[in-house]
């Protein structure tokens, strides 16, 4: 089967490091993808991964590892501004988008 | 670049009626996603177009949901009879294809079924 699994909630101090982790299951594999999603919002790109390793980008970085299916995003110093659900996403063998439920990041001052 | 629109932003509709929603994707991108998410959960798949052709469809789509992309631009998504199942966020998304076929999504529209 087709499945993808992360932390349903996590929470982390203002200006702290927090690690959101993945787990995939696909029938292909094609790339991975990160979004940040703010409540009540649309889904906006974060990373996309699709080699092995760290990729990283200011303050965000997303690791990947396909032997493991296994991929976490990184945040550093964080902000009040990224408490939002972060999504993972992972590209089937039919091309079709397979996504995780999200994980919902509580930022405490 | 005036990104994703999607219309309307929010839909209250009474059981069995009728409700169609309209995308206009980024002008470039040739592809164009629809999906459904409820509180708590990922974007669920709906349907998929290149262009005007309508390429994919979720198995586990109702035939009451229908989707056009008549001209290869904007698209709509039509709920007939609808259910108070049917009470999510439909979002829409467009990618350009290329090698990593990034999805950037619109507002989205809140349906909510009394």
């Known amino acids: 089967g087709q499945n993808i699994d992360q932390p349903t909630e996590m929470t982390a101090t203002e200006g702290a490091i927090v690690q959101i982790n993945c787990t995939y299951q696909?029938?292909?594999?094609?790339?991975l993808f990160w979004y940040q999603q703010h409540a009540g919002e649309a889904p906006t790109f974060l990373s996309y991964?699709?080699l092995d390793g760290l990729e990283e980008k200011g303050r965000f970085s997303s690791f990947l590892s396909r032997s493991k299916g296994y991929s976490y995003l990184l945040l550093k110093e964080l902000q009040m501004k990224d408490s939002a659900s972060y999504l993972c996403?992972?590209?089937?063998?039919?091309?079709?988008?397979?996504w995780g439920a999200g994980t919902k990041l509580i930022i405490k001052p | 670049d005036t990104g994703v629109s999607q219309n309307p932003r929010h839909k209250i509709t009474k059981r069995g009626q009728n409700v169609t929603f309209r995308c206009d994707p980024i002008?470039?991108?040739?592809?164009l996603y629809w999906y459904r998410q409820t509180l708590g959960q990922g974007p669920e798949f709906l349907t998929y177009?290149?262009?005007?052709?309508?390429?994919?469809k979720s198995r586990l789509l109702s035939d009451r949901f229908s989707a056009e992309r008549p001209k290869g631009s904007f698209s709509t998504l039509e709920i007939q009879r609808t259910e108070q199942g049917d009470s999510a966020m439909y979002l829409c998304?467009?990618?350009?294809?290329?090698?990593?076929?990034?999805?950037?999504f619109g507002p989205g529209t809140r349906l909510t079924v009394l």
């Open positions: 996403a992972s590209w089937d063998s039919n091309y079709q988008l397979i």
């Open positions: 998304a467009s990618s350009s294809g290329g090698d990593t076929d990034t999805q950037y």
């Open positions: 696909t029938s292909g594999f094609n790339g």
């Open positions: 177009f290149q262009n005007e052709a309508q390429l994919e």
């Open positions: 991964n699709v």
């Open positions: 002008s470039e991108h040739n592809r």
